[in-house]
Every structure is written in C-alpha cells, then in structure tokens.
C-alpha cells in the first residue's frame, strides 16, 4: 500500500515522502497513529502543493538571507561601553547588545545567536565579525567599541 508520511518513522522514511509500505503495517500501525495518509490522488496533490509551497519559502529566506548579508557590508555598529585603567572594559561586549545596536542604529533585525564572536570583545577598538544568516549565507559585520 502506497502511503505518504505525515512524520518522520525511523527505517521508513522522512516527513512528505510516499512510500511503499506493507498492507497490515500501514492499516494497523502508520495509519491510526496518524503517521501517514494514503497515497489516494487528493492526498498527493495536496503533497506536491505543501513541497511547492515549502520551496518557495525557502527561496524567500534565502533571498532576505542575501540582502541582509549585502546591508550588513555597509553598516559600521558604534558601541560605547565603560572601561577602567588599560583600556579594558568592565564586563564583554555580547551578542546580545550587538544585536540590539544594529537593529536600534540600521534597523536591521539579526538574531543575537546567528553573530559568531570567536572570543569576547574585553577591549576598546574596531572589530568585524562574521554573522551566520542561513542557507550558508555569511556577512560580515563591522563594531566599534568606543569609551563612553
């Protein structure tokens, strides 16, 4: 019986794929656990219409990844944070606050977990970190923290 997943079962296959599937496993276990639908017409149109759609989101993200990595070559983020003797800062400069200087001074909305530091900023200076968007699509973004 051809069945098309509703979820991932292990040793069968993924979420949307259809399936071959034995009549008594299918009748008595994918399909009253509403792991699977069978594979009538209506059901397959609808799959392929739920995959077309997902594509084309995907697309979507994909291109707003881009521009945001394209935005992010222009931006310089000015940061200004309290430090003691030696130029050391009390405290890091975070993601976190990162995040919120760039959305607050470009508008740019970037989660605080997609901007990789390698280390913690813990001194006055110009810094470029790399921002993961997705998709494998990696800006570069440039801080400058400066004493306030």
Do not use: H, W
Request: with cysteine; proline share 1%.
């Amino acid at each position: 019986m051809k069945v098309i997943l509703q979820q991932d079962v292990k040793g069968q296959g993924k979420r949307g794929q259809m399936i071959e599937a034995s009549d008594g496993y299918a009748r008595n276990f994918l399909l009253p656990r509403k792991l699977a639908v069978e594979a009538t017409a209506d059901n397959v149109n609808k799959m392929k219409m739920q995959d077309k759609a997902r594509r084309a989101q995907e697309e979507a993200e994909k291109a707003q990844a881009q521009a945001i990595a394209e935005k992010l070559k222009e931006c310089t983020v000015k940061i200004t944070a309290k430090a003691g003797a030696g130029g050391r800062l009390f405290g890091a400069v975070t993601s976190k606050e990162i995040a919120d200087a760039l959305q607050a001074q470009f508008g740019l909305s970037v989660n605080k977990s997609k901007i990789v530091q390698e280390e913690p900023i813990k001194s006055f200076g110009g810094y470029e970190l790399k921002c993961k968007l997705g998709y494998e699509i990696t800006g570069t973004l440039k801080v400058v923290v400066s004493e306030e």
